[in-house]
């Protein structure tokens, strides 16, 4: 099955600042999307950006990007010009062509003021 | 409007006894997902149904059974084999083209005493 390893258990990033998380999977398959999903407090889960496999350019969603490396099989994440409104837990995603969708330990963002 | 509904919100059980989680959904979607949160460790697939009358396991299946009557239904059932129940579920669907997002419940936080 394929895993998804997000290393950093916490971030932090000053208000206006930018920051990066990161993400890893593991999988022998072609056919995939990538997905950042964004899990505040309340518990409900927000897509933030998607990628899919076949595509050489990098997402972007307005203060959100992606730096997607194939070949590294690495999908982190960019957040510019972070507000306090962005502190939430965020998780990567992978899913497979049959709907397999697995998900990372997640990274706790903290935004300071 | 559309959406998916996850209920209870909250439920409490004693060990030993069985226990159904409700999860409905009126998007018209194909691709079901059960996963299970719990602190620092992400999401964790339990199991998945791509159409009606089939399902897949997930990585952490076992005290756990799910079916799938029904296209707007995929209830999982917790059973005495699990032997740590405490944990905060939640439902998922989407469509089957593996580029749409999912879409959650709002969460059950089961406990069980």
């Known amino acids: 099955a394929q895993t998804v390893t997000q290393s950093q258990p916490e971030m932090s990033v000053q208000e206006a600042e930018t920051v990066t998380l990161s993400c890893t999977y593991d999988?022998?398959?072609?056919?995939?999307?990538l997905f950042w999903y964004k899990q505040p407090p309340s518990r409900q889960m927000i897509l933030v950006i998607r990628?899919?496999?076949?595509?050489?350019q990098n997402a972007t969603e307005n203060r959100f990007s992606v730096n997607f490396q194939k070949a590294a099989k690495s999908f982190s994440l960019k957040i510019s010009d972070s507000q306090l409104g962005d502190a939430a837990m965020y998780f990567c995603a992978y899913r497979s062509g049959n709907n397999d969708m697995r998900f990372g330990a997640g990274t706790r963002l903290t935004v300071k003021p | 409007d559309g959406g998916i509904t996850q209920s209870p919100k909250y439920l409490f059980r004693k060990e030993g006894q069985n226990v159904t989680l409700s999860c409905e959904q009126n998007?018209?979607?194909?691709?079901m997902y059960w996963y299970r949160q719990d602190p620092g460790q992400g999401l964790r697939l339990i199991y998945y149904?791509?159409?009606?009358?089939?399902?897949q396991k997930g990585d952490i299946a076992e005290g756990y059974s799910v079916s799938r009557e029904k296209k707007e239904s995929f209830p999982l059932t917790v059973t005495s084999a699990q032997k740590n129940p405490t944990a905060f579920y939640l439902c998922?669907?989407?469509?089957?083209?593996?580029?749409?997002?999912?879409?959650f419940g709002q969460g059950t936080r089961l406990t069980v005493v």
């Open positions: 990628q899919e496999a076949y595509k050489q």
């Open positions: 998922a669907s989407s469509a089957r083209t593996v580029n749409t997002e999912a879409f």
């Open positions: 149904s791509q159409i009606v009358n089939d399902f």
């Open positions: 998007l018209n979607h194909d691709a």
């Open positions: 999988t022998s398959e072609s056919d995939y999307y």
